[in-house]
């Protein structure tokens, strides 16, 4: 009887229930256990919102990495993507596989311009109508994707009427098409494309073209929060976006040098090291090093340059600049290297082509002033600082060669006189004639060279 006071019960009790119950119990139990795992999880209950960032000109490597971040958001599950927007435009091709990559996605794109200061200009409206919410910060402004020319003239004056009608119209109807699938306003997406509309962050809410004024990234978060949006295949997603947790996603290294080799004023420089290298490698052959770099700058020249609007005609001139400021060291007329300065100036104002139909980007686009006057200045003040130095080299006395030893002083290693004798000179042992003897360990003066024979004097004391 103790023995069975003492027994645990419980056992027995989930054996009776699995015998009157069946599968049913252990089905409960199995339930009763997931659930209590899931809350366990802290992490369970909370979104994670992918993000990247546009700043700078939309090329293509920055268009293939906004690309990439749709898939990579749709890969992790991500409640949204987010994307900071700061670009001056950038590649037609570019922005229309970033639009493809947005309207294609299967979760909300968010686009936020900025910080304060930021702008999304010509190609970056593109990118601001394709969202599925999109927002501004105070201080930045939307707009001004009108076509220009190479000096932000009217597209109709550099290429005729018919060609810049037909470039106006498709990127209008693209504008439109865009703001139409997204809800926002259509006219004023045409607006700034054949009118060059550009507005600032209160005035886009007010026209429909950006939903929120946010002064920062989680304000934007907050005010989407609930948000109910539209996704690619029909479907509807109800945004929690008030506590998600951040996820950067940044871009591959290849995409990385792409976007960085896509500035002007890095193209230039690139030209210049190239155009260099080469020339110091050609007058100096076997010195390898200055062909080495210059043959690397020129490939990666080539790389920058076709992922920029660049006009042929402005390297060309870049490169007979440097061939001219060359030129001045060997020829030093003053003349070449001015010339060549010039040219170095005008490549560098005529190298960007915004009137290029591939490219969409703004005025403000260009290679700087900043960076073509003082690298053509120091480019141009070196050569005239070779140049001035090899000018006084060439007044010097010879140092060199047979020439060179005239004037050196040395010791008499025994006595020298007309017929022979043994003198010191230069660190070396030199048979020496006199026409007056001199005695042994007396300081002489060569005054002449024949062959392998110095003429000596003794020398004054």
């Known amino acids: 009887m103790r023995q069975n006071v003492d027994r645990p019960l419980a056992p027995f009790r989930l054996a009776g229930a699995r015998r009157r119950h069946g599968p049913w119990a252990l089905l409960l139990l199995l339930l009763g256990f997931t659930g209590l795992l899931a809350s366990a999880d802290p992490a369970s209950g909370s979104s994670v919102i992918a993000r990247c960032e546009l700043e700078g000109v939309l090329d293509a490597g920055s268009g293939a990495y906004l690309a990439d971040c749709v898939k990579r958001a749709e890969g992790q599950g991500a409640q949204a993507l987010l994307v900071r927007l700061d670009t001056p435009g950038g590649s037609l091709e570019a922005t229309r596989t970033t639009v493809r990559a947005f309207l294609g996605s299967r979760v909300p794109v968010l686009v936020w311009v900025g910080p304060s200061g930021a702008h999304a200009g010509s190609a970056g409206v593109f990118i601001a109508l394709a969202s599925n919410v999109s927002a501004m910060a105070p201080g930045t402004n939307i707009g001004a994707a009108h076509p220009v020319g190479p000096r932000g003239e009217d597209v109709e004056q550099e290429g005729g009427e018919q060609l810049a009608r037909k470039i106006e119209n498709d990127t209008a109807a693209f504008a439109e098409g865009i703001a139409r699938q997204r809800g926002r306003n259509p006219e004023w997406a045409a607006s700034a494309v054949r009118d060059s509309a550009s507005v600032p962050a209160d005035r886009a809410v007010a026209l429909r073209v950006v939903e929120f004024v946010a002064p920062t990234e989680a304000d ?100 007979v600049g440097v061939g001219l400021i060359i030129a001045e060291l060997f020829i030093t007329s003053g003349v070449l290297g001015a010339s060549g300065v010039g040219l170095l100036i005008l490549g560098g104002v005529f190298l960007v082509d915004r009137f290029e139909p591939g490219w969409f980007v703004e005025p403000t686009f260009r290679l700087s002033w900043g960076v073509m006057l003082p690298t053509a200045v120091v480019l141009a003040g070196a050569a005239a600082f070779v140049a001035y130095r090899s000018a006084q080299t060439r007044r010097l006395p010879q140092r060199g060669g047979d020439a060179g030893l005239i004037g050196e002083s040395g010791t008499a290693l025994g006595p020298v006189t007309p017929s022979g004798g043994e003198v010191f000179v230069h660190g070396e042992r030199w048979r020496a004639i006199s026409f007056t003897p001199i005695h042994e360990g007396a300081r002489v003066v060569v005054r002449a060279v024949e062959g392998l024979t110095l003429t000596v004097a003794e020398a004054m004391p």
């Not at 490698?281 to 490939?299: F, K, Q, R, Y």
Request: charged share 10%.
């Open 220 to 319: 934007f978060l907050s005010a989407v929060d609930g948000r109910r949006v539209e996704v690619a295949g029909g479907g509807t997603v109800t945004l929690a976006t008030r506590e998600a947790r951040i996820v950067s996603l940044e871009p591959g290294l290849s995409q990385r040098v792409v976007h960085a080799l896509a500035q002007p004023s890095i193209v230039y420089l690139l030209f210049l090291v190239a155009a260099l290298g080469l020339v110091v490698e050609l007058s100096h052959p076997g010195a390898v090093a200055p062909g080495l770099i210059g043959l690397v700058a020129l490939v990666l020249a080539l790389v920058a340059s076709a992922t920029l609007p660049v006009r042929s005609g402005a390297l060309v001139l870049m490169l």
